[in-house]
């Protein structure tokens, strides 16, 4: 079983949809939990780390289930522009090699 | 610019030629990581630099590899020997904090 799981897609949504995908991981000593975003063929950026407590930054909305070990990621009012690559990444404690990141979800918006 | 920078931006290379690939990171970073991502997966990690100190290496990287960070700036990863399976994106981080951001644009690298 791999340690960070992703539903690979495509999700293929129509513009102004909402989606929402999930990561499952296995390390239930997992500290911290973020959200990238990659486009083709370019360098993975930060979108937003998932706190405890759930995390919104405008359309996007990150949560944490410590319970069932999965982190979630909900976009609201799709944009053409939020086509890309959603990667999960969960931490380990201070130790760079238990930084892991998922194989990514490929969303598609379209018009 | 004042991001990571990544040098070269591609690189061909025949099966048994050493390869090495340059990272710059944003100047006061003190962590520096690599990474390594083939099409479909994400990125897997490589090694960490914190300053120059190489705090970690991947068990996966073979002897092949070998990474510097002479006086904590920047860094470079060399590989011997190559193989096909070395065929990837190399992609360097730096950050101040315990993840890695921001990365570099990556070297992405094909062994024929």
């Known amino acids: 079983r791999k340690e960070v799981e992703q539903d690979p897609g495509p999700f293929n949504v129509p513009e102004g949809a909402t989606v929402a995908f999930n990561c499952t991981y296995s390390?239930?000593?997992?500290?911290?939990f973020f959200w990238y975003r990659q486009d083709c063929r370019k360098e993975p950026k930060l979108l937003m780390s998932?706190?405890?407590s759930g995390n919104e930054d405008g359309r996007f909305t990150a949560q944490l289930n410590r319970a069932s070990q999965y982190i979630s990621l909900l976009i609201r009012d799709s944009k053409l522009s939020d086509s890309a690559t959603y990667l999960c990444?969960?931490?380990?404690?201070?130790?760079?090699?238990?930084?892991?990141f998922g194989s990514g979800t490929r969303l598609s918006i379209r018009p | 610019d004042t991001g990571v920078s990544q040098n070269p931006r591609h690189k061909i290379t025949k099966r048994g030629q050493n390869v090495t690939f340059r990272c710059d990171p944003i100047?006061?970073?003190?962590?520096l990581y690599w990474y390594r991502q083939t099409l479909g997966q994400g990125p897997e990690f490589l090694t960490y630099?914190?300053?120059?100190?190489?705090?970690?290496k991947s068990r996966l990287l073979s002897d092949r590899f070998s990474a510097e960070r002479p006086k904590g700036s920047f860094s470079t990863l060399e590989i011997q020997r190559t193989e096909q399976g070395d065929s990837a994106m190399y992609l360097c981080?730096?950050?101040?904090?315990?993840?890695?951001?921001?990365f570099g644009s990556g070297t992405r690298l094909t062994v024929v």
């Open positions: 390390n239930s000593a997992s500290q911290s």
């Open positions: 630099f914190q300053n120059e100190a190489q705090l970690e």
């Open positions: 100047s006061e970073h003190n962590r």
């Open positions: 998932v706190y405890s």
């Open positions: 990444v969960v931490a380990g404690y201070s130790s760079a090699s238990k930084i892991i």
């Open positions: 981080a730096s950050s101040l904090q315990e993840v890695p951001f921001p």
